[in-house]
């Protein structure tokens, strides 16, 4: 079994910063794509960042600059730093991971969701 753990959500005012983790834990392989989705108050859910076993990277456009995502394989944790905050960043974080367990299967898991608030 495994388990995302994010942290790192809180208040903000418009321009500042915040630094999210989602700890990935449990009976773990390999964890092949692992990123950050966000969801506002009546919208979809939508894609932030992620980042390949690789190391390669992709943002959504509206982030772009901002945003960066990173990762410590030893800990299975990837970072959101993020920056020049917007009021429209405001949502609901939720931690994304394509990870193969030790049966060498691969599974989409999801984290609990961290609350981002910008006030302006």
């Known amino acids: 079994q495994v388990q995302l753990v994010e942290s790192g959500g809180g208040l903000v005012q418009a321009g500042g910063s915040l630094r999210l983790s989602c700890a990935a834990r449990?009976?773990?392989?390999?964890?092949?794509?692992i990123g950050w989705f966000r969801q506002a108050p009546g919208k979809q859910r939508e894609s932030v960042a992620a980042?390949?076993?690789?190391?390669?990277?992709s943002y959504a456009d509206s982030v772009k600059g901002r945003f960066t995502i990173s990762k410590d394989n030893a800990k299975n944790t990837v970072y959101l730093q993020m920056n020049s905050l917007k009021p429209e960043d405001t949502a609901v974080y939720y931690c994304?991971?394509?990870?193969?367990?030790?049966?060498?299967?691969?599974?989409?898991?999801w984290g609990q969701g961290t609350q981002v608030t910008v006030s302006s």
């Open positions: 994304n991971a394509q990870i193969v367990g030790l049966r060498l299967y691969e599974y989409d898991y």
């Open positions: 449990g009976s773990i392989f390999r964890i092949d794509t």
């Open positions: 980042i390949t076993s690789a190391g390669s990277t």
